[in-house]
């Protein structure tokens, strides 16, 4: 059960309208990587776990707070657009300030959502569920939370350095806090798991089904022997179920594959023809 308090999480007021700057901090609201779907992984691990706990009830905090920064960006974004000049824009276009401000708006926010946020990125493109991963691993989700907290607030970041507005950069600033928050709390949990369950790969298959031979080893497919050199390359693998071996030019371990032509009704090219030996009765 949801309640939804009035008052935001953080202040979201701009020192001044920017329609374009609204456009940029897209982006961070219905990204790939945005305040959408970290919301929505969370809370679909949560109610993925399967009993209650610590971990269920991390996930739904921090999806529960996510929700709260949604909420957040959609006001700031709302308030960037408030005195947008989106009537006569031929007129408005005169000043050349404006007139570069509105070539970079975003029209939808006019036409479709009435000067407020939309569930889309800076470019337009609609929030997918695509974006989010919730696979009944807790290993595997908070890696990947990990993962999705990095590049939010790295994206975050980049946006703070794109504005000199003072009331936006205060709400990034928080938001950035919280990213930084939230990664350290996935890496504790991860780490966590790993001395609970003793593994670095996240997955209950018996490892003697593994080919086992190649668990450890690096193949280096490039030019250089560079990667050599790393960590991944010698010694105990991570894991201890091993130790990390190197092949500098590994060589094919199958034959080449030969396919049996298509049936008929497929109508695909004839072998002969793909082969080069012969041309069909009915070419010329």
Known sequence: MFYHIKE???????ERPDPLFAKQLQEVLGGQFGE???ALQYLFQGWSVRGNGKYKDLLMDTGTEEL???EMLATMIARLLEGAPVGDLEVAAKDPIIGAILGGMNPQHAIVSGLGALPADSVGNRWTADYIIASGNLLADFRANLNAESQGRLQAVRLYEATTDRGVKDMLAWLIARDT???NQWIAAIKELEEKENVVVPSTFPRELEKREVSHVLF???RGEESATGR???G???????????VQKPLPLAKKPVLKPAPPYIHDTLPSVIKGDMLPPNIC
């Open 220 to 222: 280096n497919f490039s």
């Open 8 to 14: 935001l999480q953080y202040q979201a007021k701009p």
């Open 36 to 38: 959408i779907s970290v």
């Open 68 to 70: 709260a920064h949604i």
């Open 236 to 246: 105990p693998s991570m894991d201890g179920e091993g130790d990390f071996q190197y």
């Open 232 to 234: 991944w390359a010698s």
């Open 181 to 183: 928050m939230h990664q």
